[in-house]
C-alpha cells in the first residue's frame, strides 16, 4: 500500500533505515530518543519539540534520508 502511495507520487526507490542508521545522521549512535528530538529541534530550527513525539522520528527519517543514508542490503 505505501508504496503504491509513493509510485502515485512518482517516487520509485524506497528507502528503508534501521534506527541505528537514523540516529546516527542526526545525533550520534546509541541516542535517546531525547536526544534525537533536540537535535530534530537544532537542525529543523524548531523553537519547541515537534508534538506528537512520533513527529520527531518522522522528520529525523526525512532527514536521513535527504542526507543520503542508506541500509546495508547484501
Not at 34 to 48: D, R, T
Not at 51 to 71: E, K, M, T
Request: proline share 5%; glycine share 10%; charged share 15%.
Amino acid at each position: 500500500m505505501i508504496e503504491l502511495a509513493l509510485g502515485d507520487w512518482g517516487i520509485t526507490e524506497v528507502i528503508f533505515l534501521h534506527q541505528s542508521q537514523v540516529k546516527s545522521a542526526v545525533a550520534q549512535y546509541g541516542s535517546s530518543k531525547g536526544e534525537v528530538k533536540l537535535a530534530v529541534m537544532h537542525i529543523f530550527g524548531l523553537p519547541q519539540p515537534p508534538r506528537p513525539d512520533d513527529s520527531a522520528d518522522g522528520l529525523a527519517i526525512a532527514y536521513a534520508a535527504q542526507c543520503g543514508a542508506r541500509a546495508n542490503v547484501t
